[in-house]
C-alpha cells in the first residue's frame, strides 16, 4: 500500500507530569491526527507486546522497582511525624537518630532504584528502537523505485528518526510515568488517609478545582507552544530553501531574493506575537501552580487549626499530612494525561507498523534460481512485456518483445517518454513488468535473488549519485573488497584516473554531498568507474554519456567500446553516435517498437530514425 502524506513532526510521547524528566503542570489533550492516524491504522494491544518480548524480564524488575520506591518514600512524612511528635519532645535520642537514619537511607534506596530503573528502562527504549530502526530500513529497501518516486523523502525519514526516537518516551517515560504516577496516588492516598480522615475529605473538596484550573493553564500555554513550533518549521524550511546552494542559485537566477526576504520577515514577526503570549502564559501558568500550593497547605493548616476540624491532631501529623498532600498533586495532574499519552504512543506505533506493512511492488523470490553471476553468458530478452506506471492512464510499454544474444550491443531511441528507460529499469528489476516477462540466460529475471541480479547487471544511469564519502569509498560500493590498483583501473577505463591522480587527496578526496565537488560529466565518470570495478555481464547504460562534452564523450566512448567485449550491452541514447556500433537499434514511440534493425538499414528505411538522425 502507498504510504499516506501523514505531516512528519516529532513524536509527542510526553509522559504525565510528575514524571521523569517532565515540567510539572503539563497538559496534553488528544492530538485529532493521532486520532486519524489510528482510525486509518488500527493497531493491536498483542503486536505492540511483541516488541517486548526478549525484555519481559526488565520490565518485570523495572515494575518491581517503580512500586518499591513509591511505598518506600511513603515512610518519609511517618518519620517526619515520628521525630516531630515524639523524638523531639521527648529528647529521644536514640529515637531521633534512628528516624534521622532512616530518613537517608529512604532518600537513598529511591535515589538509587531509580538511577537503576532509568537504566532499565532506557536498555529497553534502546533495544525496541534499535529493531524497529533496522526492521524499517531493511523493509524500506526492499520497495521498488515507485515507492519512493510517490512518496516524499521527508516522510521515510520522519518515520525512521522522529517516530522510533518517539518510542524511547513511550518505553522510558510515558510507560513507567504512568505506572509511577499510578502507584504513587494510591499509595500517597492510603496513606493520607491513615493519617487523617478528616483533612483527607478537605482534600477531596480543594484538590479538584485546583487540578482544573492548573490543567487549563497549562492546555492554553500547549496550545500557543503548537503554534510557535509551526512557524518555527516554517522559518527553518525557509532557511533551509533559501540558503542551500540550490535555493541560492535559483534566487539569484529568478531574482526571487527580495520576495524569499520579505517571507522570511513576516514569519519572523508572527514570532514576536507567539513569544510574548506564549511568555504571558508560562507566567500565568507558574502563578497559578504558585497559587495552588500555598492554598490548600494553608486551608490544611486552618482545618488543623480549628477545634471543630482538628480531632486533636498533632504538629507532625500536620507536617507529614501536607508533605503527602504536596506529592499527591503532581502524580494526579499525571494520570489526567494518560489518554493523551496512549493515543499519542499507539499512533507512533502505527505510523511504523504501516511502513513495515507495506507490501513490496518488486518482492524477492521466494525460491531463487541459483545461478553464478561470474558463469552467466548475458543473453537478454523481452517476452510480451507490457508495463504501465501506477495511476497511469497509458501504458510505458506495450507488448516488447526483443532479444539481445549474449554479448551482442542493443541501441535503444525515441523521443522523450517513449519507454527508453523504463525498457532499462525492468532489466535491472527496479520494476517488474505488468505483463510478459524480462529473461537473462532463460531465467526470470523475477526469480533471480537481488544480489545475484545485481552480480549480473550493472546501470549507469543519467542521474549519478554519489555519496557523502570518499572516492574510494563510492568505487567500493561496487566492490568492497577491491584493491587501489583495480580501483586505478576502473578509474582509467572511465577516462577519469588523470583527474583524481591530480587531487591533493586522491582516493581519499571526498566527494561532498551528492558529489557537488565535481562536474555533472566527472560524476558522470566516476559512477562509469564504479559499475566497470564490478565487471557485470549485463551493461545497461541509461544516458550515461549525456552529461559529457564532446571530447571527453568520444574518448569514453571508444573506452566503452573496449569494456563491451564479451558482454551484452544495452544503452539508452539521445546522441545516436553513443549507439553507431549497436548490433541492433529499436525505435521506441509511444512504448511500442516501431522499427529495429542495424543503422544503416534504417536510415534507408528512411522512417523513425531516420527523423531521429537528421
Not at 58 to 86: G, K
Not at 100 to 122: D, H, N, P, R, Y
Not at 272 to 294: H, K, N, P, V
Not at 525 to 538: E, G
Request: with cysteine; proline share 4%; aromatic share 4%.
Amino acid at each position: 500500500m502507498a504510504s499516506r502524506p501523514t505531516a512528519s513532526r516529532a513524536a509527542v510521547g510526553a509522559p504525565g507530569a510528575g514524571g521523569p524528566g517532565v515540567p510539572a503542570g503539563r497538559a496534553q489533550r488528544i492530538d485529532p491526527r493521532d486520532k486519524a492516524q489510528l482510525a486509518a491504522s488500527p493497531v493491536s494491544l498483542r503486536r505492540v507486546a511483541a516488541l517486548f518480548s526478549g525484555q519481559r524480564g526488565r520490565l518485570a524488575v523495572v515494575v518491581a522497582l517503580i512500586v518499591a520506591t513509591s511505598l518506600i518514600s511513603l515512610a518519609q512524612p511517618f518519620l517526619v511525624r515520628e521525630v516531630v511528635d515524639v523524638a523531639i519532645p521527648r529528647q529521644d535520642v536514640r529515637l531521633l537518630v534512628a528516624a534521622v537514619l532512616a530518613m537517608i537511607g529512604v532518600a537513598v534506596a529511591t535515589s538509587l532504584f531509580g538511577v537503576l530503573q532509568t537504566w532499565l528502562s532506557a536498555t529497553v527504549g534502546q533495544h525496541v528502537m534499535h529493531r524497529l530502526r533496522t526492521d524499517v530500513f531493511t523493509h524500506l529497501q526492499r520497495q521498488s523505485v515507485g515507492f519512493f518516486t510517490r512518496t516524499r523523502a521527508g516522510e521515510v525519514q520522519s518515520r525512521i528518526t522522529n517516530d522510533i526516537n518517539g518510542m524511547q518516551d513511550v518505553v522510558t517515560t510515558t510507560a513507567t510515568s504512568i505506572a509511577s504516577n499510578l502507584t504513587t496516588t494510591v499509595a500517597t492516598a492510603a496513606a493520607m488517609l491513615a493519617l487523617s480522615r478528616r483533612l483527607s475529605l478537605l482534600s477531596l473538596v480543594v484538590m479538584p478545582p485546583a487540578i482544573v484550573l492548573t490543567r487549563r493553564v497549562a492546555l492554553m500555554r500547549r496550545a500557543i507552544t503548537a503554534q510557535q513550533q509551526a512557524r518555527l518549521a516554517d522559518l527553518a524550511v525557509q532557511i533551509e530553501e533559501g540558503l542551500s546552494v540550490s535555493g541560492i542559485r535559483l534566487a539569484k537566477t529568478l531574482g526571487s531574493g527580495p520576495r524569499s526576504a520579505a517571507r522570511f520577515a513576516r514569519t519572523s514577526e508572527d514570532l514576536i506575537d507567539l513569544e510574548l503570549r506564549a511568555s504571558l502564559a508560562g507566567r500565568w501558568r507558574m502563578a497559578t501552580m504558585q497559587i495552588m500550593f500555598a492554598v490548600i497547605p494553608a486551608l490544611i493548616y486552618l482545618a488543623a487549626g480549628l477545634p471543630a476540624t482538628s480531632g486533636g491532631m498533632t504538629i507532625g501529623t500536620l507536617i507529614a499530612f501536607t508533605g503527602l498532600q504536596a506529592a499527591l498533586f503532581r502524580p494526579v495532574l499525571g494520570l489526567l494525561n494518560v489518554g493523551a499519552q496512549v493515543v499519542s504512543s499507539m499512533a507512533l506505533f502505527s505510523r511504523i507498523f504501516e511502513y513495515l506493512d507495506l507490501e513490496a511492488d518488486v518482492p524477492a523470490p521466494a525460491h531463487p534460481v541459483a545461478l553464478d553471476p561470474a558463469r552467466v553468458r548475458g543473453e537478454v530478452r523481452f517476452e510480451g512485456v507490457t508495463f504501465r506506471y501506477p495511476d497511469a492512464e497509458a501504458d510505458a510499454l506495450s507488448d516488447v518483445s526483443l532479444t539481445v544474444p549474449a554479448g551482442g550491443s542493443l541501441g535503444v531511441v525515441g523521443a522523450t517518454g517513449s519507454g527508453k528507460s523504463t525498457l532499462a529499469a525492468l532489466v535491472s528489476r527496479l520494476y517488474d513488468p505488468s505483463a510478459g516477462r524480462v529473461c537473462i540466460d532463460g531465467v526470470d529475471v523475477r526469480d533471480l535473488a537481488p544480489e545475484t541480479l545485481a552480480g549480473i547487471v550493472g546501470v549507469v544511469s543519467q542521474e549519478t549519485y554519489l555519496v557523502h564519502a570518499s572516492i574510494r569509498e563510492n568505487l567500493r560500493l561496487a566492490r568492497p573488497d577491491a584493491s587501489d590498483a583495480q580501483l586505478w583501473a576502473a578509474l582509467a577505463t572511465a577516462q577519469v584516473a588523470d583527474l583524481v591522480a591530480g587531487l591533493p587527496d586522491g582516493l581519499d578526496t571526498v566527494v561532498g554531498a551528492r558529489g557537488y565537488r565535481f562536474s555533472g560529466g566527472e560524476q558522470q565518470r566516476l559512477a562509469i568507474a564504479r559499475t566497470v570495478l564490478r565487471d557485470p555481464k549485463v551493461l545497461v547504460l541509461d544516458e550515461a554519456t549525456s552529461a559529457l562534452d564532446n571530447q571527453t564523450q568520444r574518448a569514453l566512448q571508444t573506452a566503452l567500446d573496449r569494456l563491451r567485449a564479451g558482454r551484452t550491452t544495452i544503452t539508452i541514447a539521445h546522441r545516436l553516435s553513443t549507439i553507431e556500433e549497436a548490433d541492433e537499434i529499436v525505435v521506441l514511440e509511444g512504448g511500442a517498437v516501431v522499427e529495429h534493425g542495424g543503422r544503416d538499414a534504417l536510415l534507408a528505411r528512411e522512417g523513425r530514425f531516420a527523423t531521429l538522425a537528421a
